[in-house]
């Protein structure tokens, strides 16, 4: 621990002055901390302000029932710049892992081996690649997160929907642009895992609220839109071959077909799923030749043999190939990575639990706090960095996640509104929770225009950034995103 705080105090983020404290009074804004600092980008050194604080924001009924909470980054002088306002999941999370794993001013590096044991805690050095060279940012905190907070009175049942929800964190956008004088900059919103539902719903939120805000782009980083498909609820057949380019690539990866490329087996894979698809289709009228075929395929595509295949009526969900792939080693594949793994208890069934790829996660919200320690950020030990909240999430006009929720509608909206408006979706070959067969289904199904569409994947998992590799590649992969804004 002490090395690893001198290492930050070296590097000048430990050193932050100038804190600020208000006083209890309900303002629209609260800095709880701000100072000034630098960084290094290629080469080139960016001044900035760093700063802590609380958005106040409103259900429709109850004025000022809640805070978003945010930390903000902005290069001095660049009044001009682009903002990206970026943000977890859960529902529930904080923007810990993005903060720490990927954009913040200092980054926490977890061990690159899934297979190697995990320290006590991460270490932490500088972001060498923070996108302050392209755009000022701003990570925040949903209301009862991070520090965030509800009143006794809030409208629960509203910031507990999707739209409740969207509309609070988009209160908190158009906040923190008055306050700054940003309201002419172009924006982009970035949102990860159920974040991507949060982003898409921001669309419309943000105009209603202030349609003269230019929305330049939505970043979707392990996309959520279209959960039915990636639900897998036996009788829905499309998700069978939408998962089987992820069964591919990991089956490759854990070496269980021989000599591969996991990228090549997700493309073989996906190549045959209109073929799967139709046998699937046929059901029982599917003669045995044609079901042998199948199966013989699909053990050739996952390493799982044909009479499993044949057992399971060409069906295996995401969630049993967890147990089945190593189930000769004794172990379960992670569900958010599944390059990871955990020992399968002697009477697992063929679903289990606790994720292999948790323990990761939890390094990320633990130096999240011990960074915010550092900075002598006040009420640093009451940082959540995961708050549940009691009730339900309201999806809409059903009661799940997994109903045909039509966001990608939202997405064609805004395009045809803003024939600049872009969008961006980023995926990990190894996440078995959203997949990129689910990814490209979703495209494909949308009427929304393929030039403005970037669509990147990574040999990583739902956290992609957790590899360094892939966290290069996607931090690139977003500053060319909002670099190639062609309305600049």
Known sequence: MDMVRACRKALGFAALAAAVTL??????????????????????????????????????????DANVGYMAYVAQGAADRPVLFAFNGGPGASASFLHMGALGPVRASVPQDPGAPLP?????????????????????????????????????????????DADAVAQAVLAWLRANGRLDAPIYVLGESYGTIRATAMIEALHKRAPEVRLAGVLLIGQALNMIETSQRPDNVVTYPVALPTLAAITCYHGRIGTCDPVASAEAA??????????????????????????????????????????????????????ELLRGEGVVLGRYDARYTAPRAPDAGPTVGPDAFSPVSALYGAAMIAELTDRGVP??????????????????????????????????QAMKRDPNFRLFIGTGLYDLT????????????????RERIV??????????????????????????????????
């Open 23 to 64: 006083s209890s009074a309900t303002t629209a804004q609260d800095i709880r901390h701000r100072a000034q600092n630098e960084t290094k980008v290629a080469g080139r050194t960016i001044a900035y302000t760093a700063e802590v604080g609380e958005i106040v924001v409103s259900s429709p009924d109850r004025p000022q």
């Open 120 to 164: 006590t805690e991460a270490e932490v050095d500088a972001n060498s690649d923070m996108l302050l060279d392209v755009a000022d940012l701003v990570l925040l905190d949903p209301p009862g997160t991070g520090f965030s907070t509800f009143d006794a009175g809030a409208n629960m049942d509203w910031y507990r929907s999707v739209n409740g």
């Open 270 to 323: 996906s190549a045959f799923g209109p073929e799967y698809l139709a046998a699937l289709y046929r059901g029982r009228a599917l003669d045995g030749e044609a079901r042998r075929a199948i199966a013989r395929r699909l053990a050739e595509l996952t390493g799982i043999a044909e009479d499993r295949w044949l057992e399971w009526d060409l069906k295996l969900s995401k969630e049993r190939f967890r147990v």
């Open 379 to 412: 009420g640093a030990e009451s940082y959540r960095v995961i708050a549940r909240t009691d009730g339900e999430w309201a999806y809409g006009s059903g009661d799940s996640p997994f109903n045909d929720w039509p966001f990608m509608a939202t997405v064609e």
């Open 434 to 449: 959203t997949t990129v067969g689910a990814a490209d289904y979703l495209i494909a199904q949308s009427d929304a225009d």
């Open 455 to 488: 669509g990147r994947v990574y040999r990583a998992g739902h956290v992609a950034y957790s590899d360094d590799e892939s966290w290069q590649q996607m931090v690139g992969d977003i500053r060319a995103f909002i670099e190639g804004d062609t309305a600049q």
